[in-house]
């Protein structure tokens, strides 16, 4: 990891004179003639707007030749914004870098896993470990800053544009350079890194540095543990780009907080928990998967774990859109309230602030089709009166925020156990890290209890439930960490495939899941995936667990040896047939959980039922699993956010007075299909 250089400087917690929520969106001036800038600020204010990203993309345009700058335009653009009291998100443009520094430095172009090289004439594609784009990002960035650090007009600064993507590894000489010292800082000695990687399998064996290379594409499966070390570095490579631009900014721009936009839960390229730590505020991207029914769920989750990397802390929706994108096999138009509906539940899990991509639509380029603030369609459109509404509507919530979430359940997320995971010769090629997230995920949201996410290592004494749907990789201090977690009173449920392997993707000695087997009071001897479409059955092992009987189960099952543990489910058939398929352990002061074969959403709420009993939580189930619920608490009141994504309107037993109408109640309130209610509650 690089060492973060700035010392901590006395920040804000939020944004620095922006006592409200914050309400905009990317604002590209730079595509439109300056006649229509002055508009654009006018109806900014009308639709409520109060933040806009500027110059995210400008780098071209900035710097036409390098060492030449052209700030004339953005001065007035900033000039402008500030009369009209927007503030202003000011952008590092060095996600794209221009012509000339291609054709100065054509070696700084990124070079795929298969050695082909990136060209120009799209955006993101030099190298991170490149010596010339981190002395040109560093030069533009510290231009920007010096010149801009005081306008009144900027209160935070954006850099770069979600790192990780479109590319994230890079092959060229300057990443092979790079990933060598990188090595080096990890392992010291060779000695120490053949023993990491295992090379003694294959006759992989390095005896100088020179020859260990990145993991480039070869005859057949390359050495996981060199993929896994070239994914750490990768993130390690890219967050040392923004670690350098960030001290620029401090030191030219003192007093002003510093972020870059997070894809948190679609982005697996970068280690967020580290990331979090280097940004003054969590900034995040979220776009709904259009093919996905329910992907208000999706929007949950990704929300939760924004907050989760922040600590808890207010945090910033970057970008979302106000319909459909363009990039998708089918780019749905949202619905009428959708865009309330998303936008209100980013601010339910804790966003101060909730900006869009884009202002004003694009009439040229890649992204024309794109929905924006402001459309093609222009203001008679329906999409530009639910944009005005829902400012109307972040006036009326302002007391909001600052307030916090809090949650009772744990989901453990580890980057580098997914890189590792997700690499080849895995028993079965339908383990699939995030779809075991996303399965014990959406039961807690149907049952309406919040969720945080943490790393394995994290201190999880405040949860009372902790799920471990896919610990594929687990370090012996994370390991001792869910064991103490149990043993002062925890209940620990983990899923299969988990424990599999230690930080080097080895085999833990003692086998698969021994790290956890105190915790567990169980082991597996072996993995016995079923083949495609095979189902296996389940049995009650005691008279109590009736619920077990006939649930069915795919994908996976696992022969398991009790060491302590009780049998609470059996497999009635497959390959597995009468032995333990879900066994509960008593360790210490809690419990641990182990279920071994994959049971779907539905099949998952008659495991958690008992689960829940032993965590002492309390599911809701008297209202519809599509009603979401999350509460924001502040110093004297809550905040009840409920959002009906039904088609059936829902009575919610919440007393108190609804901020986006004004009505009151002293039982509860009927929200229609379709809409949100936030409730002040005492
Ligand atoms: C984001 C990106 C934006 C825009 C948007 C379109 O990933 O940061 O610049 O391209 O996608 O949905």
């Known amino acids: ?123 993101g594609m030099a190298s991170p470990s490149s010596p010339d784009y981190r002395r040109a990002s560093v030069a533009i960035t510290r231009a920007l800053a010096r010149r801009y650090g005081s306008h009144p007009a900027v209160v935070l600064w954006h850099v770069h544009n979600e790192y990780g993507t479109p590319v994230s590894e890079c092959y060229s000489e300057h990443s092979a350079h790079a990933f060598r010292e990188w090595l080096q800082r990890r392992y010291r000695t060779l000695d120490a890194l053949n023993s990491a990687w295992g090379t003694a399998f294959w006759g992989q064996h390095y005896g100088e540095w020179e020859h260990v290379s990145p993991p480039s594409a070869a005859p057949s499966v390359v050495n996981p543990t060199q993929r896994l070390d070239f994914a750490r570095f990768t993130s390690d490579a890219l967050l040392a780009c923004f670690v350098a631009e960030r001290d620029v900014i401090h030191a030219e721009a003192p007093g002003i907080p510093v972020t870059t936009n997070f894809m948190a839960g679609s982005c697996q390229s970068v280690d967020l928990w580290a990331w979090a730590q280097e940004v003054d505020l969590v900034s995040n991207d979220h776009y709904l998967t259009a093919s996905d029914e329910r992907n208000h769920v999706g929007l949950a989750l990704s929300a939760d774990l924004t907050r989760s990397i922040a600590g808890g802390r207010p945090w910033l929706l970057m970008e979302h859109s106000t319909s459909a994108v363009n990039w998708q096999p089918r780019n749905l138009a949202k619905t009428p309230g959708e865009l309330a509906r998303n936008s209100l539940a980013h601010l339910g899990r804790g966003a101060d602030g909730i900006l869009f991509f884009q202002w004003r639509a694009s009439r040229s380029g890649a992204e024309k089709f794109h929905s924006a603030m402001l459309p093609h369609a222009g203001t008679g459109s329906r999409v530009w009166s639910e944009v005005c509404d829902l400012g109307r509507d972040l006036a009326a919530l302002a007391e909001v925020r600052g307030t916090t979430v809090h949650a009772d359940v744990a989901i453990l997320w580890d980057w580098q156990s997914f890189w590792a995971q997700d690499l080849e010769w895995r028993p079965s090629v339908d383990l699939d890290h995030r779809e075991r997230i996303d399965a014990f995920y959406d039961r807690l949201w149907q049952d309406k209890l919040t969720v945080d996410f943490a790393h394995p290592e994290h201190d999880l004494s405040r949860y009372r439930l902790v799920v471990a749907p896919a610990s594929y990789l687990l370090t012996g201090r994370a390991a001792e960490n869910l064991t103490r977690y149990v043993e002062a009173g925890g209940t620990l449920l983990v899923s299969y495939f988990s424990g599999a392997v230690d930080e080097d993707d080895a085999v833990p000695e003692g086998g698969y899941l021994a790290p956890l087997r105190s915790a567990l009071g169980v082991g597996v001897e072996e993995f016995l995936p079923l083949r495609e479409g095979a189902r296996v059955h389940l049995a009650a092992a005691q008279a109590v667990r009736r619920a077990f009987d006939g649930v069915s189960a795919d994908v996976w099952c696992e022969d398991l040896t009790l060491a302590g543990a009780t049998p609470v489910a059996l497999y009635a058939d497959g390959p597995a047939a009468g032995k333990p398929a879900v066994t509960r352990h008593e360790h210490g002061a809690g419990t641990g959980w182990y279920v071994s074969t994959r049971l779907d959403v539905d099949a998952l709420a008659t495991l958690l039922a008992p689960v829940y009993e032993d965590a002492g939580l309390s599911p809701t189930t008297d209202l519809p699993p599509d009603l979401e619920i999350v509460t924001r608490r502040g110093a004297t009141h809550r905040y009840v956010v409920a959002i009906n994504h039904t088609g059936r309107p829902v009575e919610v037993p919440v007393p108190g007075t609804d901020l986006l109408t004004g009505e009151w109640s002293t039982s509860s309130f009927t929200v229609a299909a379709g809409a949100v209610r936030v409730v002040r509650s005492a």
């Open 1 to 123: 990891m690089s060492p973060s250089t700035t010392p901590p400087t006395a920040l804000p917690v939020w944004l620095p004179g922006v006592g409200t929520l914050c309400y905009g969106g990317d604002y590209n001036p730079e595509q439109w003639p300056e006649e229509v800038w002055a508009h654009d600020a006018k109806l900014m204010r009308e639709a409520g707007v109060n933040l806009v990203s500027v110059g995210i993309f400008s780098w071209g345009l900035l710097e036409p030749r390098e060492g030449e700058f052209d700030f004339g335009w953005l001065d007035r653009v900033l000039d402008l914004l500030h009369d009209a009291g927007i503030r202003v998100d000011l952008g590092t443009p060095t996600a794209s870098p221009p012509a000339w520094f291609f054709h100065a430095h054509p070696d700084a172009r990124v070079v795929t896993r298969d050695g082909t090289t990136l060209g120009f004439g799209s955006r």
